[in-house]
């Protein structure tokens, strides 16, 4: 069954092609996710203070790939105790969140961060809400990492690789 989930995890170029290698996901879309303005650029949410969120759109099929395992994948690309950062990039926008549509995919979600946080003694920053808004980016900002490989990611070559075998 197709599902959608909404994932920040920092920069979202990085983010958007390591769940592109995932089996079981159908499409990504980058965008800024749960913010104070509809339709926000680039540019003004890195500079204007518009609290979104720079989020991957990740439909799926729930037969192939479950929530707890895609949840699974995404903890493994991300700082789960750094807040508003992911490697060199900060700001509120590179903040860690899951944002649901499904009422029913909340429980899952919730289960899924208690036994992550079990796993640090710092307080974990991912943060759990339901979908406000959503706004796709820019068409240059989609796969930008295939059409620019040489560009800027936070998430390491392991990371693709593992995912990918």
Same mark, same amino acid.
């Given at each position: 069954?197709?599902?959608?989930?909404?994932?920040?995890?920092?920069?979202?170029?990085?983010?958007?092609?390591?769940? *592109?290698?995932?089996?079981?996901?159908?499409?990504?879309?980058?965008?800024?996710?749960?913010?104070?303005?509809?339709?926000p650029t680039y540019e003004?949410?890195?500079?204007?203070?518009?609290?979104?969120?720079?989020?991957?759109?990740?439909?799926? &099929? *729930?037969?192939?790939?479950?929530?707890?395992?895609?949840?699974?994948?995404?903890? *493994?690309?991300?700082d789960p105790v750094s807040?508003?950062?992911?490697?060199?990039?900060?700001?509120?926008?590179?903040?860690?969140?899951?944002?649901?549509?499904?009422?029913? *995919?909340?429980?899952?979600?919730?289960?899924s961060l208690a036994v992550?946080?079990?796993?640090?003694?710092?307080?974990?920053?991912?943060?759990?809400?339901?979908?406000?808004?959503?706004?796709?980016?820019?068409?240059?900002?989609?796969?930008?990492? &295939?059409?620019?490989?040489?560009?800027?990611?936070?998430?390491?070559?392991?990371?693709?690789?593992?995912?990918?075998?």
């Amino acid at each position: 069954m197709k599902k959608e989930i909404f994932l920040a995890g920092g920069c979202f170029w990085g983010t958007q092609k390591y769940f *592109d290698l995932i089996d079981g996901v159908w499409s990504t879309e980058v965008g800024y996710a749960n913010g104070k303005t509809d339709h926000p650029t680039y540019e003004e949410v890195c500079h204007k203070d518009t609290g979104h969120a720079e989020t991957v759109k990740v439909i799926y &099929d *729930d037969s192939l790939l479950s929530l707890q395992k895609l949840l699974a994948l995404y903890y *493994d690309v991300i700082d789960p105790v750094s807040l508003n950062r992911q490697g060199h990039d900060q700001g509120v926008q590179y903040r860690t969140g899951i944002y649901y549509t499904d009422k029913e *995919d909340f429980q899952v979600i919730s289960d899924s961060l208690a036994v992550l946080q079990a796993q640090y003694k710092e307080k974990i920053a991912v943060e759990l809400l339901p979908l406000v808004n959503f706004s796709s980016a820019e068409e240059y900002h989609q796969k930008y990492l &295939d059409k620019n490989p040489n560009g800027y990611c936070h998430i390491g070559q392991d990371k693709f690789k593992k995912v990918q075998r």
